[in-house]
T-cell receptor, first 115, second 115 residues
Framework: DAGVIQSPRHEVTEMGQEVTLRCKPI?????LFWYRQTMMRGLELLIY????????DSGMPEDRFSAKMPNASFSTLKIQPSEPRDSAVYFC?????????????FGQGTRLTVV | GENVEQHPSTLSVQEGDSAVIKCTYS??????FPWYKQELGKGPQLIID?????GEKKDQRIAVTLNKTAKHFSLHITETQPEDSAVYFC??????????????FGKGTKLSVIP
C-alpha cells in the first residue's frame, strides 16, 4: 500500500477563495482523521470519520470549514472562503480499529498559504 | 475530553547523551499511548507505542514507560545521534466510549542533538 495520500502538497491561494484538500486513506482502514498543524497550537483534530460517517466535528473552527467522505477511499476538507489565518499544514490520517488499538498513519500533509 | 500535556517544548543534548520527554494525560479510560517523530516537511511517523497493560517497552535505543496511576508516560532515547533531531509528539487514545480511537496529541518537543 502506498500509505495515506494527500493532495495537493502545497497550495497558495488568495483570501476569499475556496480551497479543497484531498485525502486517500489506507485501504481497509475504517477511521479517517483531519488535523491542522500550526506552531502556536500544535496538532489539532478538526474532524474524524468512522466508516465514512462523521463522528466528531467539534474541532472544526468555523462554518467556513467542511469535510466529506463520500466513500471509504476518499475524503475532502473544504475551506470557503479562505482567510490568512487558515494558513497551516493540514494532515490526514487513517487507522484500523481493533480491540488492541493500532497505529494511525499520516499523510505527508498539505501546506496551505492564504495570502 | 482528553488532555495531553508534554514537556519540555525544546530539548538540546550532546550526541551520545540520553533524552527524556514526558507526557501526562487526563482521561483514565485512555489505553493506548503512541509516540510520533516528525521530520521537517513530513508527516508524523510512529516510532514506538505502549498499551495500558504494560509498564515499559523497548526497541533498540528507544524506550517508553507508563505509569497508569499517575497518568504519565515518558519517552527515553539513549545514545542519541544527529538523525534523532526532530519534533516528537506523544498521544493518547482509548478504545471504548465517546471519542474512542481518536488520538489527542501533546504540543510536541523539538529535540536537537548536537554533534
Amino acid at each position: 500500500d502506498a500509505g495515506v495520500i494527500q493532495s495537493p502538497r502545497h497550495e497558495v491561494t488568495e483570501m476569499g477563495q475556496e480551497v479543497t484538500l484531498r485525502c486517500k486513506p489506507i485501504s481497509g482502514h475504517d477511521y479517517l482523521f483531519w488535523y491542522r498543524q500550526t506552531m502556536m497550537r500544535g496538532l489539532e483534530l478538526l474532524i474524524y470519520f468512522n466508516n465514512n460517517v462523521p463522528i466528531d466535528d467539534s474541532g472544526m473552527p468555523e462554518d467556513r470549514f467542511s469535510a466529506k467522505m463520500p466513500n471509504a477511499s476518499f475524503s475532502t476538507l473544504k475551506i470557503q472562503p479562505s482567510e490568512p489565518r487558515d494558513s497551516a499544514v493540514y494532515f490526514c490520517a487513517s487507522r484500523l480499529s481493533d480491540r488492541l488499538n493500532t497505529e494511525a498513519f499520516f499523510g505527508q500533509g498539505t501546506r496551505l498559504t492564504v495570502v | 475530553g482528553e488532555n495531553v500535556e508534554q514537556h519540555p517544548s525544546t530539548l538540546s543534548v550532546q550526541e551520545g547523551d540520553s533524552a527524556v520527554i514526558k507526557c501526562t494525560y487526563s482521561d483514565s479510560a485512555s489505553n493506548y499511548f503512541p509516540w510520533y517523530k516528525q521530520e521537517l516537511g513530513k508527516g508524523p511517523q510512529l516510532i514506538i507505542d505502549i498499551r495500558s497493560n504494560v509498564g515499559e517497552k523497548k526497541d533498540q535505543r528507544i524506550a517508553v514507560t507508563l505509569n497508569k496511576t499517575a497518568k504519565h508516560f515518558s519517552l527515553h532515547i539513549t545514545e542519541t545521534q544527529p538523525e534523532d533531531s526532530a519534533v516528537y509528539f506523544c498521544a493518547a487514545s482509548k478504545s471504548r466510549g465517546a471519542g474512542s480511537y481518536q488520538l489527542t496529541f501533546g504540543k510536541g518537543t523539538k529535540l536537537s542533538v548536537i554533534p
